[in-house]
């Protein structure tokens, strides 16, 4: 196995006339290094399907080829999905280990096997709902360690109380424990992002409840973080009709109307839809 460093990712550019495209948030990995350091932190063993998205021009990809059992790849450009096998190819023994789908990461519902890990340098526009999808998706993904923008990162991350809690928090916190894996340089891609970036590692961890329950739990936090600032039994009057009405449903759920949004976990938003009539 030969990973990819910056000159051949330059090079397999140029062959492609490739000019990395800012609404597809490409950002390639250029430091062979940092793919072995993200593979290692996610774990990854021989027993796994890796599940990556957006694999560009295949730098992570073969550093996950090395130790995973296989590789899923979905990517959305054509060219870059045409390429990839061709890549693995010249660099890998097994190139049959990998399966390329060319498609929009938010319109893969299913696989034809079940990936087990997610490692992916996900696209900055588009990471939190990305991310969200694949835990909703395929709950056979039990761990995994995605490369996102340093400000999604701490949001995704962050426990209740912090400025950075909102929304993401809590939706990733339904399904799986969130965490900071770690930091990169800017220097490690090509060409070089304006912001910093940081590696955000998660463990599947059993729901609060059915599919049905999440959505209405969804819509609760939606509601509660629409207007952060105001205190529960305001910012959910638009669902319940008033702020009486919300305050008697937080009451009954053990809930202090007068906190906000960012002050609960998951589990007090489950305990929120438990008691509350089904409007949705």
């Not at 526009?125 to 995605?146: A, D, M, W, Y």
């Amino acid at each position: 196995m030969t990973l990819l460093g910056a000159a051949q990712i330059r090079e397999l550019a140029a062959q492609l006339d490739l000019k990395p495209s800012k609404s597809l948030g490409q950002n390639f990995v250029i430091d062979s290094n940092v793919c072995t350091k993200i593979v290692r932190t996610a774990g990854v063993t021989k027993d796994d399907i890796a599940l990556e998205i957006g694999p560009g021009l295949g730098s992570l990809t073969l550093a996950m080829l090395e130790a995973a059992q296989s590789v899923i790849a979905v990517e959305i450009d054509p060219r870059l999905a045409e390429q990839l096998p061709i890549t693995v190819a010249q660099h890998f023994a097994h190139p049959e280990n990998l399966t390329v789908i060319n498609k929009d990461a938010l319109a893969v519902h299913d696989l034809s096997v079940a990936p087990t890990v997610l490692v992916a340098n996900l696209p900055y526009n588009v990471s939190v709902p990305v991310l969200l999808h694949l835990l909703e998706k395929f709950p056979s993904i039990r761990t995994g360690v995605v490369m996102v923008q340093a400000e999604v990162a701490d949001r995704l991350a962050a426990k209740p109380g912090g400025k950075e809690y909102g929304i993401p928090s809590v939706k990733a916190a339904w399904w799986a424990e969130v965490k900071n894996a770690g930091t990169v340089s800017r220097s490690i891609f090509w060409p070089a992002p304006n912001v910093d970036s940081k590696l955000v590692g998660f463990t599947r961890r059993q729901t609060a409840g059915s599919e049905e329950m999440r959505e209405k739990v969804f819509t609760i936090i939606d509601a509660a973080f629409a207007q952060r600032r105001k205190m529960l039994r305001s910012a959910l009057s638009s669902l319940y009709g008033s702020s009486s009405a919300a305050e008697e449903i937080l009451i009954k759920a053990s809930i202090d109307p007068t906190l906000r949004g960012e002050a609960l976990e998951v589990k007090s938003f489950c305990q929120i839809a438990a008691v509350a009539p089904d409007i949705f």
